[in-house]
């Protein structure tokens, strides 16, 4: 009898799914908020089809509370709302969360949630993510702001420990999140033409992050 409850606590633990998915939420931004610095140069892509662009680098520097700084010497096309990677965005006022059930990940299930601010000082509507439970982080989201429209994340980790991703996605509105072009590098070339005739402007960043340090909560 008691081997046979050491066994059924055992599966009860590891079953990421038997918590709600409220708890599973906080799980995940426990780990979050253990982020208090980082540091990452970034290797940046830009899939966008009217703009050619070679690949640019930069730092990030992450302070909690604070912006993220992007610092290059280059112009650098990145939507700052993308790189949020502590997605406190999501968390600063009271939110409600809903569970949508599990879907299928590359190599495990994933909770789907919606997050749903309940103060009208939030600058998103609703928040879709996609949870590992078991590593307890997000692996995807899709945001829909009050301003910048809607953008998506699709994050990928070095390992199974990691709260920070290495690798990372965004794909975006670009009429929505008013990039300067105007002031785009002599390397940049904008197909104006083709701005103009594009029912829907969207862009594509993938991301490439290679952390300097991280500084975490004890």
Known sequence: MKLHGILLLFLYAANGFSQTAEEQVL??????????????????????????????????????????????????????????LSFSELFEYPFMVVDRGEVEGQSTSLLAISILPSDNK???????????TQKQRITWAEINTK???????????PDSQAILPTKLDVSFEMDRIRIPLNFAGSDVSID???????????????????????????
Not at 122 to 132: E, P, R, Y
Not at 194 to 214: F, H, P
């Open 27 to 84: 799980f995940v931004k426990s780990r979050l908020d253990s982020i208090e610095t980082f540091q990452a140069d970034i290797k940046l892509h830009v899939d966008i089809s009217f703009i050619k662009m070679p690949d640019k680098e930069a730092l990030a520097v992450f302070k909690k509370g604070e912006d993220l700084v992007i610092e290059s010497e280059d112009f650098v096309l990145i939507p700052k709302r993308g790189l949020d």
């Open 122 to 132: 939030a600058d998103f509507s609703v928040a879709n993510l996609h949870i590992d």
């Open 147 to 157: 301003k910048d429209g809607a953008y998506t994340l699709r994050l990928t980790y």
């Open 192 to 218: 104006r033409k083709k701005i103009r005739e594009a029912d829907q402007k969207t862009g594509k960043i993938r991301l490439a992050l290679e952390y300097r340090s991280i500084e975490k909560t004890q």
